[in-house]
């Protein structure tokens, strides 16, 4: 089954400070995209940062950043100097090879001031 | 360039009725895919249009349908809503809908069955 598990439903981070939001997925294909979307309350999903599973690479953009374990089948997300603004709900999503779309559960992140 | 929009943005609706949701992509993009959010199932794919054609499905009865027309534009229809029905349906759309194409998102419509 191709299934996409963000184990942390909810993440606190102090302002200023670095937050990791966990992902993991299942599949048996070998070539595949990552997505982090970011759903703020009460706006529109937009994306965050991806990665193609053929590159070793971890993608960065400025203060996000992704550590990919193909193997582990891991994919988290990491957020340096949090700001207020990035208070949202995160989905991790996966697009496999029939162009199907699968999204984790969701982690609410909290920034404290 | 305008994003995606959906109208409209708040439904209500009682069980067994139908409705129609529409959903107008950023200019150029011909993909357009079907989500629909709750908070107990999260994010499911419900289908995808390119071309006027649909191109992939979830798993949702046969009472979600859809369809795009030839300006990339597309509707969702529900028939015989149900209570379960009740949800954000978001739609997202993209150049040419390939897996590599980040999807924009539009900011959805809420549909309450009652």
């Known amino acids: 089954a191709q299934t996409v598990t963000q184990s942390q439903p909810e993440m606190s981070v102090q302002e200023a400070e670095t937050v990791t939001l966990s992902c993991t997925y299942d599949?048996?294909?070998?070539?595949?995209?990552l997505f982090w979307y970011k759903q703020p309350p009460s706006r529109q999903m937009i994306l965050v940062i991806r990665?193609?599973?053929?590159?070793?690479q971890n993608a960065t953009e400025n203060r996000f950043s992704v550590n990919f374990q193909k193997a582990a089948k891991s994919f988290s997300l990491k957020i340096s100097d949090s700001q207020l603004g990035d208070a949202a709900m995160y989905f991790c999503?996966?697009?496999?090879?029939?162009?199907?779309?699968?999204f984790g559960a969701g982690t609410r992140l909290t920034v404290k001031p | 360039k305008a994003g995606v929009t959906q109208t409209p943005r708040y439904l209500i609706k009682t069980r067994g009725q139908q409705v129609t949701l529409s959903c107008s992509p950023i200019?150029?993009?011909?993909?357009v895919s079907w989500y629909q959010q709750t908070p107990g199932q999260g994010l499911q794919f419900l289908f995808e249009?390119?071309?006027?054609?649909?191109?992939n499905k979830g798993n949702f009865p046969g009472r979600f349908s859809g369809r795009q027309f030839s300006n990339s534009r597309s509707e969702m229809n529900v028939s015989t809503l149900e209570l379960g029905d009740s949800a954000l349906y978001l739609c997202?759309?993209?150049?040419?809908?390939?897996?590599?194409?980040?999807?924009?998102f539009g900011p959805g419509t809420r549909l309450l069955v009652l």
């Open positions: 249009y390119f071309s006027e054609t649909q191109r």
């Open positions: 599949t048996s294909e070998s070539d595949y995209y």
């Open positions: 999503a996966c697009r496999y090879n029939n162009n199907d779309m699968r």
């Open positions: 200019s150029g993009h011909r993909s």
């Open positions: 997202a759309s993209s150049l040419h809908g390939v897996r590599e194409e980040t999807q924009y």
């Open positions: 990665q193609e599973a053929y590159k070793q």
